[in-house]
């Protein structure tokens, strides 16, 4: 794979929003910058939908998308057929990704080429943001 290869991120919201733009900056701040954001909404209420669609304008690289509600698998499919990455990453709506996340991944892709998945460590943080 090239070095700076597109990576496609998937995020399928449903009826929440509420950590939707802390989320969205963290991916499009990556430090590996050659990224999509696709934000698939899976059917949320009208106004949770608005809401996502205006969070999602204020990210360059984000894209949304709603969708009738089918459950995440089927969000998830249907964001790879929009994605033109050649990675794919996964990432809830209350997730949080370090900044180095993608960076590392795509390196660990790349010097690998029988690897087909990357994954790593997650800490749970409550509201309140302690570990």
């Not at 009738?68 to 709506?93: E, L, W």
């Amino acid at each position: 794979m090239k070095k700076n290869s597109l990576v496609s991120v998937i995020i399928t919201p449903f009826n929440r929003s509420e950590y939707l733009e802390t989320m969205l900056s963290c991916i499009q701040n990556q430090t590996y910058e050659n990224i999509e954001i696709l934000l698939i909404d899976d059917g949320s209420k009208s106004e949770i939908a608005a809401i996502n669609k205006s969070i999602a304008t204020k990210f360059s690289k984000c894209t949304y998308y709603f969708k009738p509600n089918s459950g995440q698998p089927d969000s998830r499919n249907f964001g790879i057929k929009k994605a033109k990455g050649i990675y794919i990453g996964f990432c809830d709506d209350d997730d949080y990704w370090v900044l180095d996340k993608l960076e590392k991944q795509v390196e660990i892709l790349n010097n690998n080429p029988d690897f087909a998945i990357v994954t790593g460590c997650i800490e749970y943080v409550d509201e309140s943001g302690k570990s």
